[in-house]
Each structure stands twice: as C-alpha cells, then as structure tokens.
C-alpha cells in the first residue's frame, strides 16, 4: 500500500526551506561581510579543485557522499512524499548520510589524532538515522518527519558551516 502525503500547502513550506535558507544568509553574511572587517582574507573566485584532488581519499569519499546528500535532501524536501521517488531517493540518501558519518569517524585534522567536537554529530547521525528510518517503515509520518529534517538541517547544512570556516578546506577552496 503506497501512502502518499503532498506538501502541504505555503506554511508547510516556509517551514521546511525557512531555517535552510536562514543558515545560508546567515553564513554568507558572516564570510562575505564580516570576515573582510576581521581581517580574514575573502577573496571569491572559482571553485579550486585541484585542492580536492590533493586530499586523501577518505575525506574526497566524505565530501562526495554529503554533496550527494545535500543534493538529494533538497529534492527530497520540496518533492511529493510517500511515493516510489521518494523511497528510492530516500534510501539512497540514507546511504550517503551513512557513507559521511561513517568516513567523519576517519578524519582527525580539526583534532589531529583525536576526535573533535564535531564527531558528536558523527554518533548524533548513527543513532537519528535508523529512528528515522524505522519511523518511516512503520509509518510512523511525524517521527520520520522531524529526524531525517532535523538530519540534513543538523548534520548537513550545520556542519557543513562549520567547513567554511577561515583556514578550513572548503574556505581554501571557494574563499581562500
């Protein structure tokens, strides 16, 4: 039996995309407006790629798999929930998510040799992710709902922030 639950109307909407498109204002104005004032050199140009072709291959894996992520998480977001696209799409953005929580546990340079704060968001994603998925067997809408938002809210955009810092690879390579 398929269950199919449209969007739901503008509200629904500016709920989904509102805190998403809040980060990204919020990061663009902190890199683009304050962080010449601080002294931070800002300095946009076009993506350099040879940056990420010197990295290792856990951490090319781990930007490959949340670029997939974010990508999929966005159509997921504004597409009709409950149908065979949706489940498709669904798994395989659980497998990326895995894929990057999973390859986080690998990547020590925040912390060199240890775990970092971040990694907190490694076991947040690997407890959330199955919940989620379980809710979602279990039509379970809400739950399902709020975890996997929560997910790609939480440990995409949010950390994905965080990489945009000065001094950071992807400041490197869009910013630096």
């Known amino acids: 039996m398929t269950h199919r ?5 503008p509200l629904r909407q500016t709920l989904t995309f509102g805190p998403p498109l809040i980060a990204a204002a919020v990061l663009a104005w902190l890199l683009l407006v304050l962080a010449p004032g601080w002294g931070l050199p800002v ?5 350099d790629w040879a940056l990420l072709a010197e990295q290792a291959p856990v ?5 490959g798999a949340a670029t997939l992520a974010l990508g999929i998480g ?4 504004a597409g009709v929930k409950g149908n ?3 489940r498709t799409l669904g798994w395989t953005w659980a497998a990326a998510m895995t894929t990057v929580a999973f390859s986080s546990l690998f990547i020590r340079s925040t912390n060199p040799g240890s775990f970092s704060w971040i990694h907190l968001l490694t076991g947040w994603t690997l407890i959330i992710l199955p919940m989620a998925l379980y809710a979602a067997r279990t039509h379970d809408v809400g739950a399902h709902r709020s975890r996997m938002t929560g997910l790609l809210v939480g440990a995409l955009l ?3 922030m965080f990489t945009f810092f000065p001094g950071r690879l992807m400041w490197r390579v869009f910013l630096g």
């Not at 300095?43 to 993506?47: I, S």
């Not at 951490?59 to 930007?63: A, S, T």
């Not at 966005?74 to 977001?77: A, P």
């Open 43 to 47: 300095r946009l140009h076009a993506p």
């Open 59 to 63: 951490l090319q894996v781990h930007i």
């Open 5 to 9: 639950i449209p969007t739901q109307g």
């Open 84 to 86: 065979a696209l949706h």
């Open 74 to 77: 966005v159509v997921l977001l």
């Open 158 to 160: 949010i950390a994905g």
